[in-house]
């Protein structure tokens, strides 16, 4: 008889074979075959990662999630990459950790003044009014559609706490003057990296110079999960304060099925709860449930392997778009 191992060895191998055939190469011809507005790019390797998570039947986050979670932020260049359910629901937790009473005299609270650019995506915008901020809204150049910088000493006012703004179509926004302006005024910075993974802004990764940043991993952008997203952070509270907000707002910092990581799970004193009442059970924040499953990590930590030459991909389609657009410049503004 078989064991689990040779068993699931010989699935992983059928699950190539097949991705063999259903997903065989289909030959490119123009004028007839369709070519979709957003697509996904795999192999054999993503099918094989999400079968292998699948067997463990853990379907919540796990093995993956945790390999995902580092290697992402690796490549990013930050501490830490919190990964969750979506590009939306990473902005929600990046703003929201904002309002956190552990920042104390930092926290934003109903109010506040967060700046922001005038065509941004819904998801960047949302956060700041389910938090009962005010936006503030500045113009964008016309050539990036990113933030026009001469703008932004006009939008200060004495409730201005924060930034938050993408880097449009993944070109980054001018980060040195953002940052500057930020550090003046003692501002709280958000990048909305959800179409910049992988930019460089003067050799450092896009989504590492903010206090937060954000990533979606939708199948429109430079890896997929399906539906899928992290927050960036160097900052070990903020870290801790977004992992709170994504797991109901519990206080305490378990991985999921993990038990008594602190050491002292029974012997807390929080507030006035009785003295060692179970810190898994106690929750600090007002949060929510964004938990990415393992499956979708599974997907992601193969998509990541590739996302080198997804990245030298999309530079090549843009250099031939700018190529073949020259000639009609005069009708538009290029960056």
Not at 185 to 210: M, P
Request: proline share 4%; with cysteine; glycine share 8%.
């Amino acid at each position: 008889m078989q064991t689990k191992e040779q068993l699931r060895k010989l699935i992983l191998e059928q699950v190539a074979n097949y991705h063999a055939v259903a997903f065989a190469g289909q030959k490119f011809v123009p004028g007839v075959t369709p070519i979709p507005v957003t697509s996904k790019v795999f192999d054999a390797k993503e099918l094989t990662f999400l079968v292998d998570a699948s067997l463990d039947f853990w379907l919540t986050a796990g093995r993956y999630e945790k390999e995902f979670s580092r290697k992402l932020a690796d490549f990013v260049g930050v501490r830490y990459a919190e990964v969750c359910n979506s590009g939306s629901s990473a902005n929600l937790l990046a703003l929201s950790a904002l309002t956190s009473h552990l920042l104390k005299d930092r926290r934003l609270k109903p109010g506040d003044e967060v700046i922001t650019v005038a065509a941004g995506f819904p998801s960047t915008i949302n956060p700041i009014i389910q938090n009962q901020l005010v936006p503030v809204f500045v113009d964008v150049e016309l050539a990036t559609g990113n933030v026009s910088v001469e703008a932004l000493e006009a939008a200060l006012s004495l409730r201005t706490r924060a930034i938050i703004m993408a880097h449009t179509l993944g070109n980054p926004f001018n980060i040195d003057a953002v940052v500057a302006f930020a550090r003046k005024h003692h501002l709280w910075l958000i990048e909305d990296n959800c179409d910049a993974l992988g930019a460089l802004y003067r050799n450092q990764r896009t989504g590492s110079f903010g206090d937060l940043a954000t990533l979606s991993f939708y199948p429109a952008h430079q890896i997929t999960t399906g539906e899928g997203g992290a927050v960036l952070t160097n900052d070990g509270t903020l870290k801790k304060i977004v992992c709170s907000l994504r797991d109901w707002g519990r206080d305490c910092w378990c991985d999921t099925g993990k038990d008594n990581t602190c050491g002292k799970r029974f012997d807390w004193q929080e507030g006035q709860l009785p003295h060692g009442y179970d810190h898994k059970y106690i929750y600090s924040h007002i949060g929510y449930n964004l938990k990415m499953t393992d499956m979708q990590a599974a997907v992601g930590l193969a998509q990541l392997e590739k996302l080198p030459g997804f990245i030298q991909a999309r530079e090549r389609n843009w250099q031939k778009l700018q190529e073949g657009l020259k000639p009609l410049e005069q009708f538009f503004i290029l960056p």
